[in-house]
């Protein structure tokens, strides 16, 4: 009986090994036909090396030196290696995982680098063909963002979650950050005083978005959603003694032009004023003119260190109150 039961479990773990062996396989066949298509795209995507992986609860491939360059927009993305699992019930769960070295995006505005320790994004997947995107959860810690010219910025853990709803062009954002710094380049731009912190003490966001289709595999294989709806519940950041919070209901028309209504809130403006007169953002002779109109503006909502801003926009053009601010920003994803 013990003999017939080893050759049972053996026998078993022979055709999960071969089973597990064929699904990696197919799993890497499936990635190079996706190089491939970019390839014939006329993108330049390579990779040094693609080894199975997960062994053997989980369906992965290690893919080394990824490089992906697309002449029509001149970038190009260096990963020296990123890690997909799946689960055995099902593929469409997928974890992507970026090791602890320096991921590369080369633009022509510049080189920017990637360095993390060990970033994490876990994705749900609806069944069907299109692969469409139902939630992705991403965690990083000890992020840092750097230019050629020097560290733009740096975050001590960051937390990020999208959630598809009942309709399938809508999706939750929420964005956590904890430890935010601005790094050298943007201190030096700022003329910060060397005292000033350099983290903020909180860095969160709480957005809806529709677009105009679900986001699937063809946001990579072709153009990007875009935008028809923004609601931000709630978006704020507090640096030493400066806090910015914002909300905002939009709606975006075909060519990513905004209408809506922006709130805006910021306490100790006199100091951010400080800091863009210190910058060369804001001309010192620019500044009594600017102060006076903040100032009576601030007074009208009862609290002289706050300034409440309601930012009316109609048909991409910007206006506080009677007040032209002049356009908004086009709302396009490239």
Same mark, same amino acid.
């Given at each position: 009986m013990g003999r017939l039961l080893v050759k049972i479990l053996v026998l078993v773990a022979l055709i999960w090994g071969a089973w597990w062996y064929i699904a990696t396989g197919k799993l890497q066949s499936s990635l190079n036909a996706w190089l491939d298509d970019r390839r014939d795209e006329g993108w330049q995507a390579e990779v040094r090396g693609m080894n199975r992986a997960g062994f053997p609860l989980r369906i992965g491939a290690a893919v080394d030196g990824l490089t992906l360059d697309d002449p029509e927009t *001149?970038?190009?993305?260096?990963?020296?290696? #990123?890690?997909?699992?799946?689960?055995?019930?099902?593929?469409?769960?997928?974890?992507?995982?970026?090791?602890?070295?320096?991921?590369?995006?080369?633009?022509? *505005?510049?080189?920017?680098?990637?360095?993390?320790?060990?970033?994490?994004?876990?994705?749900?997947?609806?069944?069907?063909?299109?692969?469409?995107?139902?939630?992705?959860?991403?965690?990083?810690?000890?992020?840092?963002?750097?230019?050629?010219? =020097?560290?733009?910025?740096?975050?001590?853990?960051?937390?990020?979650?999208? *959630?598809?709803?009942?309709?399938?062009?809508?999706?939750?954002?929420?964005?956590?950050?904890?430890?935010?710094?601005? =790094?050298?380049?943007?201190?030096?731009?700022?003329?910060?005083?060397?005292?000033?912190?350099?983290?903020?003490?909180?860095?969160?966001?709480? #957005?809806?978005v529709s677009f105009d289709r679900p986001w699937d595999r063809s946001a990579l294989e072709d153009n990007r959603p875009q935008f028809r709806m923004i609601r931000i519940d709630r978006m704020e950041a507090s640096w030493a003694d400066l806090r910015v919070s914002l909300t905002a209901d939009l709606q975006v028309a075909e060519g990513g032009v905004p209408s809506g209504k922006l709130k805006v809130q910021a306490q100790n403006w006199q100091r951010m004023l400080d800091l863009a007169t210190?910058?060369?953002?804001?001309?010192?002779?620019?500044?009594?003119?600017?102060?006076? =109109?903040?100032?009576?503006?601030?007074?009208?909502?009862?609290?002289?260190?706050?300034?409440?801003?309601d930012i009316t926009i109609e048909d991409g053009r910007m206006r506080m109150g009677f007040i032209p601010l002049g356009n908004a920003p086009r709302l396009i994803l490239r």
């Open positions: *001149q970038s190009s993305l260096l990963v020296p290696q #990123v890690t997909l699992f799946t689960p055995i019930y099902w593929p469409g769960h997928a974890t992507v995982r970026l090791p602890a070295e320096p991921v590369t995006l080369t633009t022509p *505005q510049g080189i920017l680098t990637l360095t993390t320790d060990g970033a994490k994004a876990a994705l749900r997947l609806n069944p069907g063909t299109s692969l469409q995107l139902e939630a992705m959860r991403g965690q990083a810690a000890n992020v840092k963002l750097d230019l050629v010219e =020097g560290r733009l910025l740096s975050l001590e853990n960051l937390t990020a979650s999208v *959630q598809q709803t009942a309709d399938p062009q809508i999706y939750d954002i929420d964005l956590i950050g904890s430890g935010f710094a601005p =790094g050298s380049m943007i201190r030096e731009a700022l003329r910060l005083p060397i005292a000033w912190p350099d983290a903020f003490e909180a860095l969160l966001a709480d #957005v809806t210190a910058s060369g953002a804001l001309s010192p002779q620019m500044r009594p003119q600017i102060e006076s =109109g903040i100032t009576l503006l601030s007074g009208l909502s009862g609290n002289s260190d706050t300034l409440d801003l």
